[in-house]
């Protein structure tokens, strides 16, 4: 069964074709500038496992629909398609940011389905009006294959009430819905899901720390199986410090600085998104170059590094007092998958919570799950790569099974 899963953003798209029956992907591709004079596909077939072929073209992109149609036609090509048509496609799932309170889990879309993910625009205005341009473009394209939602907010849904409300007056939540939501919800369930596999235990019966680390960076806590906290909120802002996201602050800073500095409320947003986190700090959001810096003696790269690990630290303490008795703690994403250095400095001296790395299993990266544990570690310590197109294609395929 092949499933086409689809993220589309307000001025990219990017797809995976998947076989369904081997559990891997065949075709990849992202489509870039959207709108814009001039565009550019890149697409990737997979022929063997560990082999890519790959082609790049530029042209115009007016909209999305003419985005899709142009990837399609690449996976049916004779030379870059890895299919013979596009009946060929069998379902689609679709990554959806923001599901509510409304759409609490994948769901096959409808009109019904498609009003409140339109509703639910106010509490995702970046992202969920352009997922849904892409749903609009699919439904056009591939009116034979049913279609799936699959929300990043779904695994986070477990949280109980005092987790997700936040200390404010509480008619804002009753009038707007202003609570904790959660982001990065296919990556986390994934890696429980894999997790679980691997220490050969039922996905209920574990409990884990996720750490999905990269320039968006979250955490959560998994009580046998089940999100019970996590570090995103209403918006993707809060929570750990990012590549150029603040995470958590004092809120009352925002107000000092419009005052002290006569910023709006638009300019505010651009610093706490996009000129603070490591890149506020140090001047650069790539971990690598903040590595790089660091070891040339550069202290504002080490500053930068250090207060990117105390968060993460902080928040595994907390974590601790509401998962129980802990199984593992995963990272994941590309610096949880890829840098030992801070893997390392997140799990230093933590023998005393029975969390013990196994330095010589932790070095470098990690392209494929590996446990880096050491022998008397109590608690499991895994990097598993995270796969969220797997994950988004198994929930379109579980969502389509339960419906005959």
Request: aromatic share 6%.
């Amino acid at each position: 069964m092949y499933v086409f899963v689809i993220n589309s953003g307000s001025s990219s798209l990017k797809y995976q074709l998947l076989d369904m029956d081997k559990r891997q992907a065949v075709a990849s591709g992202v489509v870039e500038r959207i709108g814009e004079t001039m565009g550019r596909i890149t697409h990737k077939k997979y022929p063997g496992q560990q082999n890519e072929a790959k082609t790049s073209m530029d042209m115009p992109f007016p909209d999305h629909r003419v985005a899709m149609d142009q990837a399609v036609a690449l996976l049916v090509h004779p030379e870059h398609g890895v299919i013979a048509s596009r009946d060929a496609i069998q379902a689609i799932g679709h990554r959806v940011v923001q599901g509510g309170e409304t759409l609490v889990q994948s769901t096959r879309i409808t009109p019904e389905v498609i009003a409140q993910i339109r509703a639910n625009f106010q509490l995702s205005p970046l992202h969920n009006p352009a997922n849904l341009v892409g749903i609009e473009a699919a439904l056009e394209l591939f009116p034979h294959a049913p279609q799936v939602a699959v929300f990043d907010t779904e695994f986070h849904q477990t949280m109980p009430p005092a987790a997700y409300l936040y200390p404010i007056p509480y008619h804002f939540y009753e009038e707007m819905r202003v609570r904790r939501y959660g982001f990065h919800g296919t990556s986390h369930r994934y890696v429980t899901r894999e997790a679980a596999r691997l220490m050969g235990k039922p996905m209920d019966a574990v409990n884990l720390v996720t750490l999905h680390l990269g320039n968006g960076c979250s955490m959560a806590a998994v009580r046998q199986g089940r999100c019970v906290d996590t570090t995103m909120g209403m918006t993707p802002l809060s929570g750990l410090m990012m590549g150029t996201r603040s995470g958590d602050i004092d809120p009352a800073i925002v107000f000092f600085l419009m005052k002290e500095k006569g910023y709006n409320v638009d300019q505010m947003d651009a610093i706490l998104n996009k000129e603070s986190g490591l890149k506020g700090i140090c001047g650069k959001n790539d971990m690598r170059d903040i590595h790089e810096a660091a070891a040339a003696g550069d202290e504002r790269a080490r500053l930068a590094l250090e207060m990117f690990v105390g968060r993460i630290r902080k928040f595994l303490g907390a974590y601790l007092t509401v998962t129980g008795p802990l199984d593992a703690i995963v990272f994941t994403a590309g610096i949880g998958e890829n840098d030992d250095i801070v893997r390392r400095m997140v799990c230093q001296d933590l023998e005393h919570l029975g969390i013990v790395l196994d330095e010589a299993a932790n070095a470098g990266r990690k392209g494929a799950a590996t446990a880096v544990h050491a022998p008397t570690s109590r608690v499991q310590i895994w990097v598993i790569p995270t796969n969220e197109e797997l994950e988004i294609a198994q929930a379109t395929v579980a969502v389509l099974e339960n419906s005959l």
